[in-house]
């Protein structure tokens, strides 16, 4: 299989067997960055959706590097008839071992496909219910935790908090509260009397010891064993940050 590369995407020949399904009555073109491409199909295909372009060559897009995706009904194009709409994707694809931004619209012929292929990439990338909660729990919005070390990393951590990785919440559309750690054991102290039903999930921006903090506090409940399953995600903010690099590796996910 060939392969053509740019900065932010990777081009592949198109597949002959893979083209069943022709959207080319209903996708006018696909932006990537800011850059333009006519697409001839876009079809579902495992984990990803596949774009068409250039008639012989295809680039991919993994559900699991989406972390938004949004509608905007408009006239997009004064050749086209009717209502246009373009679909806004904001996805974060790994390129050379590091994490890329990038922005992906997409523009129909008409509102009702864009707003029929809006409800399929959602239905992909949707996040199933954390495992701390009861089966019957309806969660209408995620909403995470953030604990932050201010003094985690050189005391760079806060600063990693807001400039890198808060904007990636907002554009996740994650509802989220921030906590400042202000002592050895606090983070034990808040794992330890946090309610499990208002969280999704607990993000820790700091170096290991942070981590094994909210462990521990967990470790000290009555529903230690509910409280063991709600999500922790480690935002490796330290020094050396092992366990982050461990954890990466057991997953064969390198990056740098």
């Known amino acids: ?48 959706l596949q774009f068409r372009v250039m008639v012989d060559k295809y680039f991919k897009v993994l559900f699991d590097d989406i972390i938004s995706i949004s509608i905007i009904t408009t006239k997009v194009n004064s050749g086209i008839c009717g209502d246009a709409a373009e679909l806004y994707l904001l996805v974060f694809p790994l390129a050379n071992r590091k994490r890329v931004s990038l922005s992906l619209n997409v523009t129909f012929h008409d509102a009702n496909v864009a707003e ?21 729990t309806l969660r209408m919005r995620r909403k995470i935790l953030v ?12 600063k990693m908090w807001k400039d890198e990785t808060e904007p990636i919440f907002i554009a996740a559309q994650l509802d989220y509260e921030v906590v400042l750690t202000e002592r050895v054991g606090h983070a034990t102290e808040i794992a330890r009397n946090v309610c499990l039903n208002d969280y ?52 064969k996910f390198v990056i740098l």
């Open 1 to 48: 299989m060939g392969v053509l590369s740019s900065k932010v995407i990777t081009f592949y020949d198109w597949p002959p067997e893979e083209g069943s399904k022709n959207f080319d009555s209903q996708i006018v073109n696909v932006m990537v960055n800011g850059q333009k491409f006519q697409s001839v199909e876009c079809i579902l295909s495992g984990n990803a």
């Open 147 to 158: 604990i932050v070390n201010p003094f985690s990393g050189q005391k760079k951590a806060l």
């Open 200 to 251: 999704d999930g607990i993000a820790i921006v700091s170096g290991d010891g942070l981590v094994l903090e909210v462990i521990e506090g967990f470790l000290m409940r009555a529903d230690r064993i509910r409280a063991l399953k709600m999500p922790i995600a480690h935002i490796p903010g330290g020094t050396s940050n092992g366990l982050a690099a461990a954890v990466c590796f057991q997953c």
């Open 116 to 136: 029929h292929w809006r409800k399929v990439i959602k239905k992909f990338i949707e996040a199933p219910l954390a495992p701390h909660f009861p089966i019957a």
